[in-house]
């Protein structure tokens, strides 16, 4: 017969409640946000006091997990790692759900023309890419669907060969069947191909846009799923070839959008 030693089963219990209040402590939880933004950026844990100013140096002992630098935290450290990824502080302190910030310019592409321009001039010596995500390695037309998800990402920093940079979103639970979403793609196109900031497309899975608007994912998480690179600026100047009455349709749209500087009327994109 199967023998239960009493006091085995309750060191077990014990133990398993010790586990459970630890990994419940919120200052835990803070620190492994902070190495689980890192890390997704590119940056292993023991790399990040590379990266800390002189005033907030570390050990790279503290980094080596949660356990270790939940005692090392501080407003300040958790400011930083905010400030140089692009993060919301909420996020890392739990009480946000949203990684990202987003830059809401939907309907009014001079929002998005002032903050790019701005972003150039507080930093204007720094690489910039705007990055597009969708679901379908199918050209876009009338028959698309599913998610839009556009990203703005500046290079920061450089760690032995790798680049570093960080992200906003600039896209809010965008829809390829909706066709203001498209067009506003456009607007966005045309404002980055006269600040010279590259477009690309790139292609995910639908669950990764979806988590990704929801703010369960990284920008780069999405990026490492690539699968196809397309070029959303023939959407403005397509291909000898390629051009369509839908395309025409939306640019039409998007340039009003651009001219005025607003939503277009009730009758046409809404």
């Not at 935290?73 to 400030?83: E, I, N, Q, V």
Request: charged content about 25%; aromatic content about 8%.
């Amino acid at each position: 017969m199967l023998s239960i030693n009493p006091k085995s089963v309750v060191d077990g219990i014990r133990d398993f409640a010790a586990v459970w209040k630890k990994r419940r402590n919120p200052a835990r939880a803070q620190a492994q946000r902070l190495l689980d933004a890192f890390a997704a950026h590119g940056v292993a844990g023991v790399q990040i006091p590379r990266l800390l100013p002189e005033a907030l140096a570390l050990p790279n002992a503290a980094f080596a997990d949660a356990d270790d630098l939940k005692d090392k935290l501080t407003p300040r450290l958790l400011d930083w790692a905010a400030d140089t990824l692009a993060l919301r502080r909420g996020w890392l302190d739990g009480v946000d759900s949203q990684r990202h910030h987003r830059v809401q310019g939907y309907k009014q592409p001079s929002i998005y023309r002032d903050w790019l321009q701005q972003r150039q001039k507080l930093f204007p010596n720094l690489d910039r890419i705007i990055h597009v995500f969708v679901a379908s390695k199918e050209p876009l037309g009338p028959q698309s669907t599913g998610s839009l998800c556009v990203a703005y990402g500046e290079r920061f920093d450089t760690l032995d060969t790798q680049e570093l940079s960080r992200y906003w979103l600039l896209s809010d639970h965008w829809r390829l069947d909706h066709s203001p979403c498209t067009v506003n793609l456009m607007a966005l196109c045309a404002i980055a191909g006269e600040l010279g900031i590259m477009v690309i497309g790139h292609v995910a899975t639908r669950e990764a846009l979806v988590r990704l608007d929801d703010g369960q994912l990284f920008v780069p998480q999405v990026l490492a799923l690539d699968a196809h690179r397309w070029f959303p600026a023939d959407l403005i100047d397509p291909p000898p070839g390629q051009d369509s009455a839908w395309r025409q349709t939306l640019w039409a749209d998007a340039q009003e959008l651009l001219r005025s500087g607003h939503a277009l009327g009730p009758n046409r994109s809404t």
